[in-house]
């Protein structure tokens, strides 16, 4: 499992990314993953511990 830290949410909090614990590239983590995960919120600061993808679009790597 991967672990790291959100540095960045969107202002209106849906979206942001999370910085890697292994100075992998960053990762796109979206509100519907958070809700998958059992949260109500991403905010700056939170740790995670995540699975991720490449997405079928180009980009980031996502949370899944």
Do not use: Y
């Amino acid at each position: 499992m991967i672990t790291g830290t959100v540095k960045f949410v969107c202002p209106d909090g849906s979206w942001g990314f999370i910085w890697r614990d292994d100075k992998q590239p960053k990762v796109f983590v979206h509100m519907s993953d958070v809700r998958t995960a059992g949260l109500d919120e991403i905010s700056n600061g939170q740790r995670w511990s995540f699975n991720c993808a490449k997405t079928s679009k180009a980009g980031p790597l996502r949370v899944i």
